[in-house]
C-alpha cells in the first residue's frame, strides 16, 4: 500500500463546475499537508499548505484536512480553462520531506 | 513565496557523460535541499536530501556514486549525473526547504534527455 493514494484521473470538467480533488493517506504522523499545481513540463507550484486538521480558504481555493479519516481535499471554485494541470497532494511530518500522491490531471473545458 | 531556481531548464547530453544541474535559493537559505526524479505521467519520487555542509542521504534503490549531490552553501546545491545513460532521462526537480519550515519551495525542473 502506497504512504499517499491519489486517483490520477483524467478529470474534465466544464468551465465553472466546482472541482474536489482528494488524496488519503496512511501514516498517521503527517501533520503539513500541501497542494501543488503542475503545468506540463513545468516544475510543481504551491497552492495551499495547511497544518494538521481544519479548512483553509484562499481565493477559489479551498483546502480541508480530515486527520481522523486521514483524508484531504482540494475544491476548485467556478474552475478556469486556465486551471487546467496536474495536482498534486504531498505531506510530511517534520523535516521537510514530502511525500506525494501521484496526481490528478485535470482539464477544464470552455 | 520563495524562489528556488533551477538551471538548465533542459539539457541533452550523450550517454556516458555527466551533466550538472544546479538549484539557487534566491532570497532564503535553503538548509535543506531535496533532489526528486519524475517519469512522465507519475508523481515525484524522493532521490536524496541534503543538508548543508554534510553529506547527502540517498534513498533506497539510488546510486549515490552515480547522482553526486553536493550541498556547499546554504543557497547552492548541485546534482550531478554521472557517466549519462538514456534510462537517466527523466524531468529532475530541485526544492529548498529553510530552517525548520516544512514549506518547500521548488525549483522549474530540467528535463533531461541521454541520446
Known amino acids: 500500500q502506497k504512504e499517499v493514494e491519489q486517483d490520477p484521473g483524467p478529470l474534465s470538467v466544464p468551465e465553472g463546475a466546482i472541482v474536489s480533488l482528494n488524496c488519503t493517506y496512511s501514516?498517521?504522523?503527517?501533520?503539513?499537508f500541501m497542494w501543488y499545481r503542475q503545468y506540463s513540463r513545468k516544475g510543481p507550484e504551491l497552492l495551499m499548505y495547511t497544518y494538521s486538521s481544519g479548512n483553509k480558504e484562499d481565493g477559489r481555493f479551498t483546502a480541508q484536512v480530515d486527520k481522523s479519516s486521514k483524508y484531504i481535499s482540494l475544491f476548485i471554485r467556478d474552475s478556469q480553462p486556465s486551471d487546467s494541470a496536474t495536482y498534486l497532494c504531498a505531506m510530511s511530518g517534520y523535516g521537510g520531506k514530502l511525500i506525494f500522491g501521484q496526481g490528478t490531471e485535470l482539464s477544464v473545458k470552455p | 513565496g520563495a524562489v528556488v531556481s533551477q538551471h538548465p531548464s533542459r539539457v541533452i547530453c550523450k550517454s556516458g557523460t555527466s551533466v550538472k544541474i544546479e538549484c539557487r535559493s534566491l532570497?532564503?537559505?535553503?538548509?535543506?535541499m531535496f533532489w526528486y526524479r519524475q517519469f512522465p505521467k507519475q508523481s515525484l519520487m524522493l532521490m536524496a536530501t541534503?543538508?548543508?555542509?554534510?553529506?547527502?542521504?540517498?534513498e533506497q534503490g539510488v546510486e549515490k556514486d552515480k547522482f553526486l549531490i553536493n550541498h556547499a552553501s546554504l543557497t547552492l546545491s548541485t546534482l550531478t549525473v554521472t557517466s549519462a545513460h538514456p534510462e537517466d532521462s527523466s524531468f529532475y526537480i530541485c526544492s529548498g526547504v529553510r530552517g525548520r519550515d516544512t514549506e518547500a519551495f521548488f525549483g522549474q525542473g530540467t528535463r533531461l534527455t541521454v541520446v
Open positions: 532570497d532564503f537559505q535553503a538548509t535543506t
Open positions: 541534503s543538508n548543508e555542509g554534510s553529506k547527502a542521504t540517498y
Open positions: 501514516n498517521s504522523a503527517f501533520q503539513y
